[in-house]
């Protein structure tokens, strides 16, 4: 886990990702929903290395890795509970936003 698990990383995926959505999709209303979308993905992958026992280098170039006080394991039941509850959100504002 390098520079792709860091704030500067995140930041620059949204505007990226919103840049190339407004170019090739022609600037629709629906380009920042998109590239949200691919972030809050993106982050929320972040946010559960942050909740593991390794953590990520928030702040890189420095290696210093940060993690929350109470970490999570993979494959244990508080980790299957948090997936199902991100997947349900997921598809609350698909439905939400797209029909």
Same mark, same amino acid.
């Given at each position: ?25 022609? /600037? *629709?209303?629906?380009?920042?929903? #998109? $590239?949200?979308? @691919?972030? +809050? %993905?993106?982050?929320?992958?972040? =946010?559960?290395? &942050? ?23 993979? /494959? *244990?039941?508080?980790?299957?509970? #948090? $997936?199902?509850? @991100?997947? +349900? %959100?997921?598809?609350?504002?698909? =439905?939400?936003? &797209?029909?």
């Amino acid at each position: 886990r390098g520079i792709t698990h860091s704030l500067v990383a995140l930041l620059a995926s949204l505007f990226f990702s919103a840049y190339a959505l407004s170019v090739y999709a022609g /600037g *629709s209303g629906v380009t920042m929903v #998109i $590239a949200t979308g @691919l972030c +809050l %993905g993106y982050g929320s992958h972040l =946010l559960g290395d &942050f909740a593991s026992n390794s953590g990520i280098p928030v702040f890189w170039p420095s290696k210093k890795r940060y993690k929350l006080p109470i970490v999570l394991f993979t /494959g *244990s039941w508080e980790e299957s509970i #948090i $997936a199902v509850s @991100l997947w +349900l %959100g997921a598809a609350y504002l698909y =439905l939400k936003c &797209f029909l």
